[in-house]
């Protein structure tokens, strides 16, 4: 049986892995039947226990996906919505920015979440998570410089507003996991398996947009790194539920090494499709992860 600490590197590794799944899968592509595509591979598999329960009438036995009444399906399509929303902010900012920089600003979400729980829920940080925070937003300012390099200029480039607009939904979004896992009680499959289904029909209105009006400007090309996004997601989500559920598990050490994902991603941005700059790039990111490590530590 393999350790909480191993567990984490593993998740880490394959989220690392979903990212790179996504730049390829959205690269010169059309964004909204990507995610389509992608949504759908997750409720399709999600589907298969969900139909099991419904059929054999055990839901008992299984995940207990079918013991939610109609507030719990209505918060759970809420959680849908945001991610959607988040998700799409977050492809189109991707297609359209080096992954060496998009996925170090989605990785600024620590400083959003802690933000969001000082002013929503009146959580008081610790000197070392105002040291972290002040940290990331150093990183940050750091990496708008270096995009300068690339013709990026931060405070007027839509992508990047796109990415933080998806960073601050999704910050959001784990504040509103914390009052469905811890308020409400409801268990993290279930949640993943319904914020996948319902995840669908959130995306399909966004496609017929598409269909309708961009389908010739951006024609969709199918990439069998599009349905690897959602299985890679799953791998990892689920690898982190484990390692977190284990009793002896420190979330101090998870969240950080979890953070750690962003080098896998950058690397392959720089070896794989050549991005410039590497060496400030490499700076900004070690600052970052210092910082999200001050956040989840204290």
């Given at each position: 049986?393999?350790?909480?600490?191993?567990?984490?590197?593993?998740?880490?590794?394959?989220?690392?892995?979903?990212?790179?799944?996504?730049?390829?899968?959205?690269?010169?592509?059309?964004?909204?039947?990507?995610?389509?595509?992608?949504?759908?591979?997750?409720?399709?598999?999600?589907?298969?226990?969900?139909?099991?329960?419904?059929?054999?009438?055990?839901?008992?036995?299984?995940?207990?996906?079918?013991?939610?009444?109609?507030?719990?399906?209505?918060?759970?399509?809420?959680?849908?919505?945001?991610?959607?929303?988040?998700?799409?902010?977050?492809?189109?900012?991707?297609?359209?920015?080096?992954?060496?920089?998009?996925?170090?600003?989605?990785?600024?979400?620590?400083?959003?979440?802690?933000?969001?729980?000082?002013?929503?829920?009146?959580?008081?940080?610790?000197?070392?998570?105002?040291?972290?925070?002040?940290l990331i937003?150093?990183?940050?300012?750091?990496?708008?410089?270096?995009?300068?390099?690339?013709?990026?200029?931060?405070?007027?480039?839509?992508?990047?507003?796109?990415?933080?607009?998806?960073?601050?939904?999704?910050?959001?979004?784990?504040?509103?996991?914390?009052?469905?896992?811890?308020?409400?009680?409801?268990?993290?499959?279930?949640?993943?398996?319904?914020?996948?289904?319902?995840?669908?029909?959130?995306?399909?209105?966004?496609?017929?947009?598409?269909?309708?009006?961009?389908?010739?400007?951006?024609?969709?090309?199918?990439?069998?790194?599009?349905p690897m996004?959602?299985?890679?997601?799953?791998?990892?989500?689920?690898?982190?539920?484990?390692?977190?559920?284990?009793?002896?598990?420190?979330?101090?050490?998870?969240?950080?090494?979890?953070?750690?994902?962003?080098?896998?991603?950058?690397?392959?941005?720089?070896?794989?499709?050549?991005?410039?700059?590497?060496?400030?790039?490499?700076?900004?990111?070690?600052?970052?992860?210092?910082?999200?490590?001050l956040i989840?530590?204290?």
């Amino acid at each position: 049986m393999l350790s909480w600490y191993s567990l984490t590197l593993i998740a880490a590794v394959f989220l690392g892995l979903y990212g790179i799944a996504k730049k390829h899968a959205v690269d010169e592509n059309a964004v909204a039947p990507v995610l389509l595509a992608n949504v759908s591979t997750a409720a399709l598999i999600w589907s298969i226990p969900v139909a099991w329960e419904v059929l054999s009438g055990e839901s008992d036995v299984g995940f207990g996906l079918c013991q939610l009444g109609a507030i719990e399906h209505l918060q759970l399509f809420l959680k849908s919505a945001m991610v959607g929303t988040s998700w799409m902010f977050a492809f189109v900012a991707l297609k359209n920015l080096p992954i060496s920089i998009a996925t170090p600003i989605r990785a600024t979400s620590p400083l959003w979440t802690i933000l969001l729980a000082v002013s929503f829920a009146n959580e008081r940080p610790m000197v070392a998570q105002w040291v972290g925070m002040a940290l990331i937003m150093v990183s940050f300012y750091a990496f708008s410089k270096v995009g300068r390099r690339e013709g990026i200029h931060f405070r007027h480039n839509r992508a990047v507003w796109l990415m933080v607009a998806a960073t601050l939904v999704s910050s959001f979004c784990g504040l509103y996991d914390k009052f469905l896992l811890q308020t409400v009680g409801i268990k993290p499959a279930v949640v993943q398996a319904w914020f996948s289904i319902y995840l669908v029909p959130v995306m399909i209105p966004m496609s017929l947009v598409w269909w309708f009006r961009d389908r010739q400007k951006t024609p969709f090309k199918w990439r069998w790194s599009i349905p690897m996004i959602a299985i890679l997601l799953l791998i990892a989500d689920y690898v982190y539920f484990v390692a977190v559920s284990d009793p002896e598990a420190l979330i101090s050490v998870i969240s950080p090494l979890r953070r750690c994902s962003i080098v896998i991603p950058f690397l392959f941005g720089i070896l794989a499709l050549k991005e410039q700059n590497w060496r400030a790039k490499s700076v900004c990111i070690a600052i970052l992860i210092v910082g999200a490590f001050l956040i989840s530590v204290a």
